[in-house]
């Protein structure tokens, strides 16, 4: 069954550092999202991705993130400059066209982001 | 804004218990809602859904009621398993183009 994969599984790093987080959507899906969910507390939207360009992003999302889909295959998530308050669970979701969008979310196992 | 508030957890009950999870959302209109479940080691996926006002949600003996006038879907099963030990995230979705917003979720440990 075509599921989401997220890479790396956990990543420690020192605050200041650039951060890339990657994931492979299912293959023929076009809407590609990323949530995080700091410990405790929700699980919250980040931003949202259609052809090729964002298509909704939250307040979280500042300058300091980026979101690219570099070959067709890879939708990264950046973080140029991370903080303490960026230690969170990333997770990439995908989902189908809009034609055949059942109102579910495919989503990876995540990406533990620990900032020093 | 839009927003979903579900029970705190951790959640503990012996194998075979009756199981309730609670959920309230507040919303400007009239969103979807769903349950999404995470296993330990693996990505949320989706439990069960409902679209509109009394539609029931049903998938692996859980059951939510989409409840307008209590602004509610409470999660259900009448007999949990240790294989129901996850993680319980209740979510609304106002359209199909806009985001889903979630809970923060709540953890369920069933002893055997």
């Known amino acids: 069954e075509p599921e989401v994969t997220q890479t790396p599984s956990h990543q420690v790093t020192q605050m200041g550092q650039e951060v890339i987080l990657r994931c492979v959507p299912i293959?023929?899906?076009?809407?590609f999202y990323w949530y995080r969910q700091i410990l405790g507390q929700k699980v919250e939207f980040l931003v949202s991705f259609y052809n090729n360009e964002i298509s909704e992003k939250s307040e979280i999302f500042d300058d300091q993130f980026s979101v690219e889909r570099p070959d067709g295959s890879n939708f990264t998530l950046k973080i140029r400059s991370t903080k303490l308050e960026d230690s969170a669970m990333y997770f990439c979701?995908?989902?189908?066209?809009?034609?055949?969008?059942?109102?579910?979310?495919?989503f990876g196992e995540g990406s533990r982001l620990t900032v020093l | 804004g839009d927003s979903v508030t579900q029970m705190e957890g951790p959640v503990t009950l012996s194998e075979e218990a009756f199981l309730t999870i609670n959920c309230t959302y507040t919303a400007t209109g009239y969103p979807s809602l769903f349950w999404y479940v995470q296993y330990p080691g693996e990505g949320l996926q989706l439990l069960l859904k409902a679209t509109k006002a009394d539609d029931k949600g049903s998938n692996k003996g859980f059951e939510a009621t989409y409840r307008k006038e209590t602004t509610s879907f409470h999660l259900e099963k009448g007999s949990v398993q240790v294989s129901d030990s996850a993680v319980y995230f209740c979510a609304l979705e106002m359209n199909r183009d806009d985001k889903i917003i979630f809970g923060k979720g709540t953890r369920l440990h069933i002893l055997p």
């Open positions: 979701a995908s989902s189908p066209p809009r034609e055949r969008y059942t109102g579910e979310l495919f």
């Open positions: 293959s023929n899906h076009l809407y």
